[in-house]
Structures are given as structure tokens and as C-alpha cells.
């Protein structure tokens, strides 16, 4: 079994930061791409931002600018540093992996319970 497990989130005032992390475990042979994704309440998850194993990164035009997804592959980590938070970045974050397992089992897909993160204006 593969888990992701997001930290970092919490309540923030608008203008504020905040910094996100995932981690993938489980069995794993190796990881391909990292994303991190949102659900606003009465809202569908979108994608905010991704990043490969060779690091080609991209963001949804909403956050471009403020927000910065990072990995330590080593780790099979990934990070979002968030700055100037707005209120209408409040929502779940959810981490997500696709990778090829131990088993040699085909291209996988996996997902964390999700992070809290909400600004207050």
C-alpha cells in the first residue's frame, strides 16, 4: 500500500504564509509526478500546481505567483509554499502521487486525506 500524508495546514489572515508538505511511503519503486490539489467548500477539486520527477513544474493561473511547489525526491516529497494567502484560497489540500509500484504493477495513482487551509480576511 502507497499513503500520502499532508502537513502544514492551518488558519491564516489574508496577506500571510503558509507551507504545505507530503510524503509518500508505502511500496513504492518510484514516483513520477506530485501534485498538489483543492476543493473550496460547495466547489470541484481543482489542480493547483504539479511538479515531475525532472522537476518541470505547473501552476493554475490563479496562484502563479504567490504559490512555489518544490520536491525532495530523495524523500518522495513534495512542498507548497504559499504566500500572500487570499481568502479565496480557503479549501482542503489534497496531495497526490502517481507511481510505479514495487510490484511491478502498472502506473499508480494515490492521494492523501487532505490539509485544512483557510484565510481569514
Known amino acids: 500500500q502507497v499513503q500520502l500524508m499532508e502537513s502544514g495546514g492551518g488558519l491564516v489572515q489574508a496577506g500571510e504564509s503558509l507551507r504545505l508538505s507530503c510524503v509518500a511511503t508505502?511500496?513504492?519503486?518510484?514516483?513520477?509526478?506530485m501534485g498538489w490539489h483543492r476543493q473550496a467548500p460547495g466547489q470541484e477539486r481543482e489542480l493547483v500546481a504539479t511538479i515531475n520527477s525532472v522537476h518541470t513544474i505547473n501552476y493554475a493561473d490563479t496562484v502563479k505567483g504567490r504559490f512555489t511547489i518544490s520536491r525532495d525526491n530523495a524523500r518522495n516529497t513534495i512542498y507548497l509554499q504559499m504566500n500572500s494567502l487570499k481568502p479565496e484560497d480557503t479549501g482542503v489540500y489534497y496531495c497526490?502521487?502517481?507511481?510505479?509500484?514495487?510490484?511491478?504493477?502498472?502506473?499508480?495513482?494515490?492521494w492523501g486525506q487532505g490539509t485544512r487551509v483557510t484565510v481569514a480576511s
Open positions: 497526490n502521487a502517481d507511481y510505479w509500484p514495487l510490484d511491478n504493477g502498472p502506473l499508480s495513482d494515490a
Open positions: 508505502g511500496a513504492i519503486f518510484s514516483v513520477n509526478t
